[in-house]
């Protein structure tokens, strides 16, 4: 297959379309409403901030060392996706034990199992954009890893608002992961493994941080995401707690709030999908930080009309510039972060350790189920405003700091 072609882009970036699927139905309906079936209904959003941050603090090892694995092994197959088949099978038994687990004990067993799993896989799987595009197709790359990743959220969401079942909404995910890795591993070519890094494992992971613009770079990811789960983490209730019809124009359209995030998870997706590839094209030619600007302050604001009219209206007509928003940033941040990488040998462990930044967020906002619940039960709905305000301050934040990245533009 040629390189840098439409095609190729789409082979490179097609596991990420099963995770992005995967994970869009995980922690924003099956996860939350597995949750709510097995603890009391007083301790659903402390039980689910728990199983998230447990979740997180595993995966702050996982990708980094995975990733480094990775730049050291030697096989045929390449360096990376050996990893990638042994994470996607072991994936799909984790969705199926998450799927029929009798209780929260057993579904936090199979959460864990799922996160060890796509850290195995994913860890290695980073490196391919930093290995194997050069500097100036990344942009593309990363756009076509974006709109791969939303037009995942967009089944995901039409599977989370169609189908009712949740042990097919499991069934789907890990058919789905089992079907990329194989298109992932039939035509994606790695080069032959060149001469591995000799460095231990604590002194790789320390050389990155030497470099301020990783610094930059890894922190800004960091507050955005934090932003992205503090949302996302108490969604669900917020609509079933606060907003509690969902209707448009006077008519239901949903009836359960799961469904309900999958119709906006739907619309959020569209509005990504649309934007990353015209997004990743664009920095190839403009550079990352301005439209990296653009769509995080953009993000910010939209969260105020959220807070002052909870409607699920309202929050229909916010969900595709959101959607817009976040697939600009999603499409570009990539490139940026593989623009600053300064040792090709060891790709992998830098990818890996700068997913960390993804994950790590997810403790804070697991941590913060706590004081939603409490806040709440103060001053109800105060909890889920404070977790708002908060995202949208992180937004703003991560956005304004890539000022202080020099490695690109």
């Known amino acids: ?24 139905l995980v922690l924003f309906v099956l996860l939350p409403a597995r ?14 901030g728990l199983l998230f941050g447990v979740g997180a603090v ?3 090892v996982g990708p980094p060392l995975f990733g480094y694995l990775s730049d050291r092994f ?3 197959r390449g360096r990376r ?22 209780s929260y004990g057993l579904l936090f067993l199979g959460y864990l199992l799922l996160q060890f799993a796509d850290d195995l896989a994913t860890g290695p799987y980073a490196a391919l954009i930093p290995d194997l595009v050069p500097k100036h197709h990344r942009g593309t790359a990363s756009g076509w890893m974006g709109a791969l990743q939303a037009a995942a959220q967009i089944a995901a969401g039409l599977f989370g608002f169609l189908v009712s079942s949740l042990s097919l909404l499991f069934w789907t995910a890990a058919a789905l992961n089992l079907a990329a890795a194989g298109v992932t591993l039939r035509y994606v070519k790695e080069p032959p493994n060149p001469t591995p890094q000799r460095e231990g494992f604590l002194k790789s992971l320390h050389a990155p941080w030497r470099d301020p613009d990783f610094r930059w770079v890894y922190l800004t990811r960091f507050l955005v995401m934090l932003g992205q789960y503090l949302v996302q983490t108490y969604l669900q209730y917020y609509l079933a707690d606060v907003v509690r019809v969902f209707a448009v124009f006077g008519r239901v ?42 769509s995080g302050v953009g993000l910010s604001l939209l969260l105020l009309p959220v807070l002052l009219f909870p409607r699920f209206d309202v929050l229909l007509g916010l969900a595709l ?13 990539w490139a940026l972060v593989a ?14 350790l700068w997913q960390t930044s993804i994950v790590l967020p997810q403790i804070l906002a697991g941590l913060a189920g706590r004081g939603v619940d409490g806040l709440n039960r103060v001053a109800f709905p105060l909890g889920y405003q404070a977790a708002f305000v908060l995202a949208a301050l992180a937004f703003l934040a991560g956005t304004l700091l890539v000022a202080r990245v020099r490695g690109t533009r």
């Open 321 to 333: 510039f959101f959607g817009v928003g976040y697939g600009v940033y999603a499409a570009v941040d």
């Open 253 to 294: 359209v949903a009836e359960r709030a799961f469904q309900a995030v999958g119709l906006l998870v739907l619309l959020i997706s569209l509005g990504g999908a649309l934007a990353s590839v015209p997004a990743g094209r664009l920095s190839d030619r403009l550079g990352r930080k301005p439209l990296i600007y653009a």
């Open 58 to 60: 595993m995966a702050t």
């Open 81 to 102: 996706l050996p990893y990638l088949a042994a994470g996607a099978v072991l994936t799909a038994l984790a969705l199926l034990v998450m799927a029929y687990a009798p």
């Open 35 to 48: 949750v709510a079936e097995l603890v009391p209904a007083a301790e659903k959003a402390t039980r689910l």
């Open 74 to 76: 030697p096989s045929r």
């Open 1 to 24: 297959m040629r390189p840098y072609t439409g095609r190729w882009f789409f082979v490179l970036s097609v596991y990420w379309f099963a995770t992005a699927f995967k994970w869009t």
């Open 339 to 352: 623009d600053v990488l300064k040792r090709p040998r060891a790709h992998g462990t830098e990818m890996g």
